[in-house]
């Protein structure tokens, strides 16, 4: 599947503050818990969990968080679909980005170890 720039554009202006509150949720429903959940995004992002809250607080779109963030240069190990996308065939820097945040979350909501998750080698 191909995005569109209208799809890139959407993205970029949807704000983290937005989207938080359903990846907790996914991942409290399958039993793994908040901590995990920002674990998992100071792993990719660099941001601790008070920078997070902040963030979210702040309302900033994925545009700007992602332009704050430390990308993990293991991020580019993540590969897989999300959303019938395969991660690591998205051209867009940014939607590649808030895709590779979206497969760590499923990847925790479905149990997955954490070393796995974290691409520790």
Known sequence: MKATPEHDERIAKLTFASVYPHYVTKVEKKGRTKDELHQVITWLTGFDEKRQQELIAEKVTFEAF?????????AERITGAICGYRVEEIENPLTQQVRYLDKLVDELAKGRKMEKILRVV
């Not at 992602?66 to 293991?74: D, E, G, I, V, Y």
Request: no cysteine.
């Open 66 to 74: 992602f332009q704050k963030a430390t990308l993990n240069p293991a």
